[in-house]
């Protein structure tokens, strides 16, 4: 079965410094993951996703996320945080050899906090 | 463009009550799909369309149903509203063209409590 995990319920880091939201997979064959942003009231915002190809994929906001298929991960990173980027992060992943439909699987969200 | 437009944003209903979520896209976008969002859970797909007539079942379909009249409308009926119940409810969509690898576009959510 599909799963996503997000180890971290809350990420604090000061403004300037680099971010890490740690995201992990579990899927029976290749995987598409994908990155959303959510904030205050607002729907899901995609930020970026993995295909294939180049394991570092950069996507909206400056925001980059590294696939290592032997840890099974898909963190997102930020070289400099800014405090508007204090909001909620969601992974979620497709397994593309088990499952045709365009269902996907959400992690349990990260709150990213950026303190000034 | 509205994107995924939701309607309404909150909504208070008393148990045994029922009632439907709409939810429209103008992108043309051949599959859509309900979440509901809980504390610490993320999204749990409740109902999926890959295209008009053509529904399926998610994670937790259990008190809700839904139809697919057209490409443009995807609506959510709760049938007897229980306390579980209570929490936001996100509608999404995406283009088939190119795969199932497109990002899913978001409405807003919205707001339900049931008391």
């Known amino acids: 079965a599909q799963s996503v995990a997000q180890p971290e319920d809350q990420v604090n880091v000061a403004e300037g410094n680099p971010l890490t939201v740690k995201c992990t997979y579990s899927v029976s064959g290749n995987p598409y993951l994908f990155w959303y942003v959510q904030y205050p009231n607002r729907g899901l915002q995609f930020l970026l996703k993995?295909?294939?190809?180049?394991?570092l994929v950069k996507g909206s906001y400056g925001f980059e996320a590294e696939f290592n298929k032997s840890q099974t991960s898909f963190h997102l990173k930020k070289p400099s945080a800014l405090v508007s980027d204090s909001a909620l992060y969601f992974c979620a992943v497709r397994d593309i050899w088990m499952d045709s439909s365009y269902k996907l699987i959400f992690g349990s969200g990260t709150r990213l906090l950026v303190r000034p | 463009n509205a994107g995924v437009t939701q309607t309404p944003k909150f909504q208070v209903l008393k148990t045994g009550q029922s009632m439907t979520l709409q939810c429209a896209q103008d992108m043309n976008h051949e599959y859509m799909s309900w979440y509901r969002q809980d504390p610490g859970m993320g999204l749990r797909l409740i109902h999926y369309s890959v295209g008009a007539g053509i529904t399926d079942q998610g994670e937790v379909p259990n008190g809700y149903n839904v139809s697919r009249s057209t490409t443009e409308d995807f609506p959510l009926r709760l049938l007897s509203a229980a306390p579980s119940q209570t929490s936001v409810y996100f509608c999404?969509?995406?283009?088939?063209?190119?795969?199932?690898?497109?990002?899913?576009?978001f409405g807003d959510g919205t707001r339900l409590s049931i008391l």
């Open positions: 993995y295909i294939t190809g180049d394991n």
């Open positions: 999404a969509s995406s283009t088939g063209q190119g795969g199932s690898n497109q990002p899913q576009h």
